[in-house]
């Protein structure tokens, strides 16, 4: 049986290492990508090789639109074909107060946000053509719905130009049976926060089920929505959110 192909952005991360993980178990040859984070790629990729998997590492650095543009097909080129395509990939570029937020890391936001998934969309959409159909999964986040906070207004914007990208892309490849739908992640529980110095406290209590998300909720979500579960969803925006 040939092995269904998805390509996951970010796949060094806590959400992007999980679904390496669900979809490696459900039998899905997988296309590591990841930016600075090789090292912790490469063991992700001998973890799931060891369990049975199928997984290389393809490196490349979104902030570089011409390495972005250029990922497809390099992964095409190696694996034969492309399936599924899941932009998990993100940067928060400077979490500061959008009043001294500086116009550099602003566009950094929609350069890697943006600009990178859509370029990433657009070459998946021209191989799903050609193979008669496909998946794309963008990940979204909570930050679309409400403008993020004042230290992540950023990203929400560059999120909610996602979600745009999500409805244009399914509306036109509906009629070439490529699906495209958006998960909108709420808090979820990796080591960015800890990173970022956020105060998780007073910000899961606004969550109606009192916790983080796990990366492991996420993943389930985009498998079933990449599998015979979500043949019929496309153009939707998904969330994994506690009720956000």
Known sequence: MTRRVALITGASGGVGSALARAFAADGWTLALHCGAREARARRLAAELRRA???????????????????????????????????????????????LELSPAAWEEAF????????????????????????????????????????????????????????AGLARFGAPHKILVNAIRLGVIDTDIHRRLKRDMKSRVRLIPLKRMGRPEEVARMAVFLAGPGGSFITGQVLPVTGGE
């Open 111 to 166: 350069r890697v946000n943006v600009t990178a998934v859509f370029l990433l969309s657009r070459e998946a959409f021209k191989a799903m053509k050609r193979r008669g159909g496909g998946r794309i999964i963008n990940i979204s986040s909570i930050a679309a719905k409400y403008g993020g906070s004042p230290k992540s207004l950023h990203h929400g914007a560059s999120k909610a130009a996602v979600e745009a990208i999500t």
């Open 52 to 98: 049975g998997g199928k997984a290389e590492v393809f490196r490349a650095d979104f902030r570089d639109l011409r390495r972005a543009q250029a990922l497809v097909e390099r992964v095409t080129s190696k694996l034969g074909r492309l399936d599924l395509l899941v932009n998990n990939a993100a940067s928060m570029a400077d979490y500061r107060d959008f």
